[in-house]
């Protein structure tokens, strides 16, 4: 089979081109739901944002969501005080299936002021500070994407919830209530999953839970918020629980270990990891963990704490010539105090 990466990246950030004296620079995270923009100023480390509504093209449209990111920026650039001719970079990283398609209208609107590049780069940023490592995001669902040196890069998952997302939030969720099927029809071993599943739908019994699947139907959120109680029945002993974080831990955790040999990286080297799933804890990061352990034993694991917004401004510093003047603590602690004012 011919293999050939599905996600790469930009010439902008494969060969930055160094901007004098840069000063001003603009990020943006967009999403399914909303879009969050930054402006830092990296002579005074001070940050704004600004504040738009969803830009994934492929839950609102391409106008839309151009329209969010637009909105986001000129509120992010007029809290900064400056003008948009002031930026040095200006870095957008969007959800989406096809970015390539967005980028073009966005485009349309900016010409070529604008790097576009999906949400997994903007994550592989903010987990590896722009450099050569993986990003592993498991929320409601699951991706890995990874850069090593020369800008080779590789993405593996990513394939969505009823071909992939393997330890994922819905993929855990999903599993678990499968698995109390199977305890009912005695066809699989004892779980708590049943009673907690009714629990946690409001339905009498697991038939029932199954149902509601099928006709309401839960949506991808409804099903994947229900690993939480999966974490917790893990926590206090249930095998079945626990079984369930180990077989998502290994495959998200192989999928990883592709993403470090298609791009060959070696000897140490930051996989970062991103998402609500990794709140299980040991259960789901221990057999994670192991896999990337055989393949790569020096490589960092660790949760990443900066919002994903940050990722799209160490792309736009990467772009310019200024990444070394940004650093992941002092940019998160930035972040986190303009997200809370």
């Not at 930055?16 to 995270?29: C, M, T, Y």
């Not at 006709?215 to 959120?221: E, M, N």
């Not at 917790?232 to 270990?257: P, S, Y």
Request: charged letters at 20%; a negative charge.
């Amino acid at each position: 089979m011919k293999r050939v990466p599905l996600v790469s990246l930009p010439p902008e950030l494969t060969s930055p081109h160094p901007v004098k004296d840069p000063r001003w620079l603009l990020g943006i995270d967009g999403g399914a739901t909303k879009t969050l923009a930054a402006v830092i100023d990296l002579e005074r480390d001070q940050l704004h944002v600004g504040h738009g509504g969803p830009s994934n093209e492929d839950a609102v449209g391409a106008k839309a969501a151009v329209q969010a990111l637009l909105d986001a920026a000129g509120e992010a650039i007029q809290a900064a005080g400056i003008g948009e001719q002031e930026l040095a970079c200006a870095v957008a990283a969007v959800a989406g299936t096809d970015t390539a398609a967005l980028a073009g209208h966005v485009r349309e609107v900016k010409g070529d002021s604008w790097i576009v590049v999906n949400d997994v780069v903007g994550a592989w940023a903010t987990a590896t500070g722009a450099g050569p490592g993986v990003a592993a995001i498991a929320g409601t669902g699951s991706n890995v994407f990874g850069v090593g040196e020369g800008g080779r890069s590789w993405r593996s998952g990513g394939w969505g919830h009823l071909l992939g997302d393997e330890g994922s939030g819905y993929w855990l969720g999903a599993e678990s209530i499968s698995a109390a099927l199977r305890d009912r029809d005695a066809s699989g071993p004892p779980t708590a999953l049943g009673r907690a599943a009714c629990d946690f739908y409001g339905c009498e019994t697991v038939e029932a839970v199954a149902s509601l699947v099928y006709s309401k139907p839960l949506t991808k959120g409804e099903i994947a918020a229900f690993a939480i109680e999966t974490a917790v029945l893990a926590d206090q002993g249930d095998e079945v629980a626990r079984e369930l974080f180990d077989r998502g831990g290994r495959l998200l955790g192989g999928q990883i270990a592709a993403v470090i040999e298609q791009v060959r990286l070696e000897g140490e080297f930051p996989v970062g990891l991103i998402g609500s799933a990794y709140k299980a804890g040991e259960v789901f990061l221990a057999p994670l963990s192991k896999c990337i352990a055989d393949v790569a034993p020096q490589a960092q694991v660790s949760i990443v704490e900066m919002a994903p917004v940050g990722g799209s401004l160490m792309l736009a510093a990467k772009a310019c010539g200024a990444l070394e003047r940004l650093r992941v603590a002092e940019l998160t602690a930035l972040i986190e105090r303009a997200l809370a004012s």
